[in-house]
């Protein structure tokens, strides 16, 4: 086999098993035996192989930042009825969408250190050891479960198209991916909103009278005027909250 793809090898290593010889990959970098290289893997490498490479980045899905392929499989590989029971549904050509989903959050959570804390509490974890010490790195918390859950999704489409060497052997469009008018496909990136709801509808208005009518920005989409708001700053209008304006005639 010709090939410079690192997703081809995986494949052949997983499948050498059927095969009743030697199956050799040739790439610019030198010729490879794969049988020699299935030898030096333990058999649960072996057996979590395939979705390990998935899981961790490919083609179809995106890397885990600072996880590399190595580390992911020998961390994944590791003995452990933990393990064992998240495997042996995500190894399944035969669960349901939802078990998937939940089992391949846990392994983000033992990825992360602990399989019993939520992807959340991880993410604040990180995030205040972090502010801490220096400046924020978003890139490096751990996923939001919005974008973990698409990321599993994907993860096990490839996987389960890779086991019966298919294309599309699941629906693209209930596992992480979404057709654009085009006819395209592309990731969901995260179901979670950008942002709390509360912070989405902040806006500031600039308005020169009392902000008592709808063309007042602040007052057109519901919210009251705040501080930053040009002309009223949140305090001098009509449209603001009644502890605020009671504050103020109690300053006057």
Not at 224 to 246: D, F, P, V
Request: overall charge negative.
């Amino acid at each position: 086999v010709v090939a410079e793809d690192t997703d081809i090898l995986v494949m052949l290593l997983h499948h050498i098993g059927k095969a009743t010889s030697d199956i050799i990959l040739r790439t610019k970098g030198g010729t490879y035996s794969m049988t020699e290289i299935r030898a030096n893997l333990t058999e649960l490498e072996v057996k979590r192989l395939l979705f390990v490479h998935s899981f961790g980045g490919c083609d179809t899905v995106s890397s885990i930042y600072r996880q590399s392929k190595v580390g992911l499989l020998q961390k994944l590989s590791k003995d452990g009825k933990e393990l064992e029971d998240l495997f042996s549904i995500l190894l399944s050509l035969d669960v349901l969408q939802q078990d998937i989903v939940d089992a391949g959050l846990s392994l983000f959570r033992f990825i992360y250190g602990d399989i019993d804390e939520s992807l959340q509490n991880h993410r604040m974890i990180r995030y205040h050891k972090m502010t801490a010490k220096s400046v924020l790195r978003p890139e490096a918390l751990p996923p939001t479960q919005g974008a973990a859950t698409q990321h599993v999704l994907r993860s096990y489409l490839q996987y389960h198209d890779w086991l019966l060497l298919g294309s599309m052997t699941l629906p693209p469009t209930e596992y992480g991916w979404k057709l654009d008018a085009g006819g395209k496909f592309s990731p969901i990136m995260t179901t979670d909103p950008i942002a709390p709801p509360e912070l989405l509808k902040m806006t500031a208005c600039n308005c020169k009278k009392d902000c008592n009518s709808l063309k007042c920005s602040c007052k057109r989409i519901g919210v009251k005027c705040i501080t930053a708001c040009g002309t009223c700053s949140g305090k001098s209008c009509s449209n603001i909250e009644l502890e605020e304006a009671e504050d103020t005639e109690s300053t006057d």
